[in-house]
């Protein structure tokens, strides 16, 4: 993991080298007068004040009880909502256009992964986690893909209106049952088949100073070789040797409990899936992992998903100004069209009982849960479906309270960005809206106003480059 001093030394060059973007040429701004979610699940502040001084929060209060300091601005929320920005711990990207629905290794440059931070940034998203990313490695032969450091750059750079980017590297799998859609990205992850390619694939992964090295264990509905224990437990040995986490995207409640004991600290997913559930020796394990303080902060993505949204949905403003109508249609029309009220209804109960038998089991026992959107993948437009996550989780069985903690100040600890919260040294990331989400947390989508380290997003500018490149179609 990249040593947090040298971030900050990094990120300060970065900002200094932006010329109006540099903290030391802002001014201090006061906020006053909304309703404050602060993200840590306290009873929300009413007409607030906050005060962001050098790209963080100095004072969190109430109206009149922070001072203007001299030279200061002061910008009136009155009518507002403010919420902290939310954090993506397991995206793909790079890889996608989503103007025109196409993938392709060549797209991954330095612009189009800016492009996606920047899509993040426009749905109020602070940072993310790019898991797969198409980055040179070594083929465990003697060679290198020779596939750039694209993702590395980016990781070391702060760009005005953009989310902040951090990387697993290429992760690891049996050959063919990693990352799976495109082909894209099929060859992406380390192909391991032997204890020693194991090591040393962790070993090529950790010059990367990934924040973890993920590993697939799953066949694919027994289409693949799935990554057997051996393995998958010589990569997590290696990789603590060397103080690199590691998260997990695997199936079946055997694996689950091999996974827990062995100290795995994350899963992209939950831990149990495709009908089988958590049982008492798995959530032990968990307890007894948390008593024993051994890796005792353990996260998993939900995988909610888009299934409990309306056709109403899909036709929010919010989706409508970043993907163009007709990808829309062609990636999920049908889908669409099959959409009745009885059918989301149908699908919100299954989410429920999904929550009630397997998320909320875990999450009791200790688990946090943690955005994870899995984007950027073809349908999977890019900030979109972390939003349609979060909401679904409601529907799973948490308050809106619960679902905005688990996507920001949890989420932003379990990625180790300094974000996710309203709160003294906190990174000034939030979002203003025009409605409450503690009410209906679809309000979360009523946008007004993004800041990310304490300056406004350009969302008017983002909103007409895209537009710019639709077919057929006229910026709004």
């Given at each position: 993991?990249?040593?947090?001093?040298r971030?900050?030394?990094?990120?300060?060059?970065l900002?200094?080298?932006?010329?109006s973007?540099?903290?030391a040429n802002g001014?201090?701004?006061?906020?006053?007068?909304?309703?404050?979610?602060?993200?840590d699940?306290?009873?929300?502040?009413e007409?607030?004040?906050?005060l962001?001084e050098?790209?963080?929060?100095?004072?969190?209060?109430?109206?009149?009880?922070?001072?203007?300091?001299?030279?200061?601005?002061?910008?009136?929320?009155?009518g507002?909502?403010?919420?902290?920005?939310?954090?993506?711990?397991?995206?793909?990207?790079?890889y996608q256009?989503?103007?025109?629905?196409?993938?392709?290794?060549?797209?991954?440059?330095?612009?189009?992964?800016?492009?996606?931070?920047?899509r993040l940034?426009?749905?109020?998203?602070?940072?993310?986690?790019?898991?797969?990313?198409?980055?040179?490695?070594?083929?465990?032969?003697g060679?290198?893909?020779n596939?750039?450091?694209v993702?590395?750059?980016?990781?070391?750079?702060?760009n005005?209106?953009?989310?902040l980017?951090r990387?697993?590297?290429?992760?690891?799998?049996?050959?063919?049952?990693?990352?799976?859609?495109?082909p894209s990205?099929?060859?992406?992850?380390?192909?391991v088949?032997?204890?020693?390619?194991?090591r040393a694939?962790?070993?090529?992964?950790?010059?990367?100073?990934?924040?973890?090295?993920?590993?697939?264990?799953?066949?694919?509905?027994?289409?693949?070789?799935?990554?057997?224990?051996?393995?998958?437990?010589?990569?997590?040995?290696?990789?603590?040797?060397?103080n690199?986490?590691v998260?997990?995207?695997?199936?079946?409640l055997?694996?689950?409990?091999?996974l827990?004991?062995?100290?795995?600290?994350?899963?992209?997913?939950?831990p149990?899936?495709?009908?089988?559930?958590?049982?008492?020796e798995?959530?032990?394990?968990?307890?007894?992992?948390?008593?024993?303080?051994?890796r005792?902060n353990?996260?998993?993505?939900?995988?909610?998903?888009?299934?409990?949204?309306?056709?109403?949905d899909?036709?929010?403003?919010?989706?409508?100004?970043t993907?163009?109508?007709?990808?829309?249609?062609?990636q999920?029309?049908?889908?669409?069209?099959?959409?009745?009220?009885?059918?989301?209804?149908?699908?919100?109960?299954?989410?429920?009982?999904?929550?009630?038998?397997?998320?909320?089991?875990?999450?009791?026992?200790?688990?946090?849960?943690?955005?994870?959107?899995?984007?950027?993948?073809?349908?999977?437009?890019i900030?979109?479906?972390?939003?349609?996550e979060?909401?679904?989780?409601?529907?799973?069985?948490?308050?809106?309270?619960?679902?905005?903690?688990?996507?920001?100040?949890?989420?932003a600890?379990?990625?180790?960005?300094?974000?996710?919260?309203?709160a003294?040294?906190?990174?000034?990331?939030?979002?203003?809206l025009?409605?409450?989400?503690?009410?209906?947390?679809?309000?979360?989508?009523r946008i007004?106003?993004?800041?990310?380290?304490?300056?406004?997003?350009?969302?008017?500018?983002?909103?007409?480059?895209?537009?710019?490149?639709?077919?057929?179609a006229?910026?709004?």
């Amino acid at each position: 993991m990249l040593n947090p001093m040298r971030r900050i030394f990094v990120g300060c060059l970065l900002i200094a080298a932006a010329g109006s973007y540099s903290p030391a040429n802002g001014q201090a701004t006061l906020f006053e007068g909304a309703r404050l979610i602060t993200g840590d699940g306290s009873v929300p502040i009413e007409n607030s004040a906050f005060l962001v001084e050098n790209t963080q929060f100095t004072r969190v209060g109430r109206r009149g009880q922070i001072p203007l300091p001299a030279g200061a601005m002061r910008v009136d929320l009155a009518g507002k909502t403010v919420m902290p920005a939310k954090v993506d711990l397991h995206g793909h990207f790079g890889y996608q256009h989503d103007w025109d629905g196409t993938m392709a290794k060549e797209y991954f440059t330095r612009d189009n992964l800016v492009d996606h931070m920047e899509r993040l940034a426009y749905y109020g998203f602070s940072a993310t986690i790019g898991v797969g990313d198409l980055v040179d490695r070594s083929d465990l032969h003697g060679g290198r893909t020779n596939w750039g450091n694209v993702p590395l750059r980016v990781r070391d750079e702060i760009n005005p209106n953009a989310a902040l980017f951090r990387t697993t590297g290429p992760g690891i799998a049996w050959p063919g049952s990693g990352a799976n859609g495109h082909p894209s990205r099929t060859d992406v992850p380390y192909p391991v088949t032997t204890v020693e390619e194991a090591r040393a694939a962790v070993q090529d992964n950790a010059r990367m100073k990934p924040e973890f090295i993920k590993i697939w264990v799953d066949d694919r509905g027994g289409r693949m070789k799935k990554l057997p224990p051996e393995l998958y437990l010589a990569i997590i040995d290696e990789a603590h040797k060397l103080n690199i986490p590691v998260a997990a995207h695997n199936v079946t409640l055997a694996d689950a409990k091999l996974l827990m004991r062995a100290g795995v600290e994350g899963w992209l997913h939950l831990p149990v899936r495709m009908g089988e559930v958590p049982d008492d020796e798995l959530l032990a394990i968990i307890k007894d992992r948390i008593a024993k303080k051994d890796r005792p902060n353990m996260w998993f993505n939900p995988g909610a998903g888009w299934t409990g949204s309306s056709r109403e949905d899909w036709n929010d403003p919010l989706l409508r100004e970043t993907v163009p109508a007709k990808q829309i249609q062609e990636q999920w029309g049908d889908y669409l069209a099959g959409l009745t009220p009885e059918s989301v209804a149908r699908a919100r109960q299954s989410l429920k009982q999904m929550g009630t038998t397997n998320a909320l089991k875990l999450k009791a026992a200790g688990m946090k849960i943690v955005l994870g959107s899995d984007t950027g993948q073809i349908r999977f437009f890019i900030g979109w479906m972390g939003q349609l996550e979060m909401e679904n989780w409601v529907w799973m069985g948490l308050t809106p309270a619960q679902a905005i903690v688990a996507a920001t100040r949890d989420s932003a600890e379990a990625a180790h960005i300094n974000s996710g919260l309203v709160a003294t040294g906190k990174s000034a990331d939030f979002i203003v809206l025009d409605a409450n989400p503690l009410e209906n947390i679809t309000n979360s989508r009523r946008i007004n106003k993004v800041y990310l380290r304490g300056l406004e997003v350009d969302r008017t500018a983002l909103r007409a480059k895209w537009q710019k490149r639709w077919p057929n179609a006229s910026p709004r």
